[in-house]
């Protein structure tokens, strides 16, 4: 009886080790200054409230006292829909080299996000979760040469992602009415 325990839970070990993901590609330092100030969302694997967004800016501010401000504007549904926003605080993971931030939505829940890669102009991103359940590809342009494009979804594949959820956000600029700033 005692062997049979052993056994199963010896697999049972087993099968939770396969399951663990590899970790997150991350940047060997991240400028949180360079990094900072508008991004368009130009694909993602979404979240719910987001899954329908068109014209996405992530904003992001470094404050006085460290913590990052976040401003993620969109249209939903259409390029003439309100403007949406949602204002979540940041603030970045000690030891990460600044590329793992806790997103704060609402009080006390944290989320995972992570910069899983930036170029070295800082022209182009992926931010990216742990559980491979959520990602974004943003670029300081609204579009992005296809080449570039596929390029950026086979490096998200690589990171263990379904792409059969991935998405292109819709991106039309100009819009056809002002955007005020992302922070007062």
Same mark, same amino acid.
């Given at each position: 009886?005692l062997?049979? /325990?052993?056994i199963?839970l010896s697999?049972? /070990?087993?099968?939770?080790c396969?399951s663990?993901k590899p970790?997150?590609?991350?940047?060997a330092?991240l400028?949180?200054?360079?990094f900072?100030?508008d991004?368009y969302?130009?694909g993602?694997? *979404?979240l719910?409230p987001e899954? %329908?967004?068109h @014209?996405?800016i992530e904003?992001?501010?470094?404050t006085? !006292?460290g913590?990052?401000?976040?401003a993620?504007?969109?249209?939903n549904g259409?390029?003439?829909a *309100?403007?949406?926003?949602?204002?979540?605080?940041?603030? #970045? #993971?000690k %030891?990460?080299? @600044?590329?793992?931030w806790?997103?704060?939505?609402?009080?006390?829940? %944290?989320a995972?996000?992570?910069v !899983?890669y #930036?170029?070295e102009?800082y022209?182009?991103?992926?931010v990216?979760?742990? /559980?491979?359940?959520y990602?974004w590809?943003?670029a300081?342009n609204?579009?992005? *040469?296809?080449a570039?494009?596929?390029a950026?979804?086979?490096r998200?594949?690589?990171?263990g992602y379904?792409?059969?959820a991935?998405?292109?956000q819709p991106?039309q600029w100009p819009?056809a009415?002002?955007r005020?700033?992302?922070f *007062?």
């Amino acid at each position: 009886m005692l062997r049979m /325990a052993i056994i199963s839970l010896s697999v049972a /070990a087993l099968c939770a080790c396969a399951s663990v993901k590899p970790a997150l590609p991350a940047p060997a330092s991240l400028d949180l200054q360079r990094f900072m100030g508008d991004w368009y969302v130009i694909g993602f694997i *979404p979240l719910l409230p987001e899954r %329908n967004a068109h @014209n996405g800016i992530e904003s992001y501010r470094l404050t006085k !006292a460290g913590e990052i401000e976040v401003a993620y504007r969109f249209r939903n549904g259409s390029f003439s829909a *309100p403007l949406k926003t949602y204002r979540p605080s940041a603030t #970045v #993971v000690k %030891n990460t080299a @600044n590329s793992q931030w806790k997103m704060q939505f609402l009080w006390p829940f %944290n989320a995972d996000y992570r910069v !899983a890669y #930036v170029s070295e102009d800082y022209s182009v991103t992926i931010v990216a979760r742990a /559980a491979r359940d959520y990602v974004w590809l943003m670029a300081r342009n609204p579009t992005m *040469p296809e080449a570039q494009y596929q390029a950026m979804l086979a490096r998200i594949a690589a990171m263990g992602y379904d792409m059969a959820a991935f998405k292109r956000q819709p991106q039309q600029w100009p819009e056809a009415g002002l955007r005020p700033p992302a922070f *007062p």
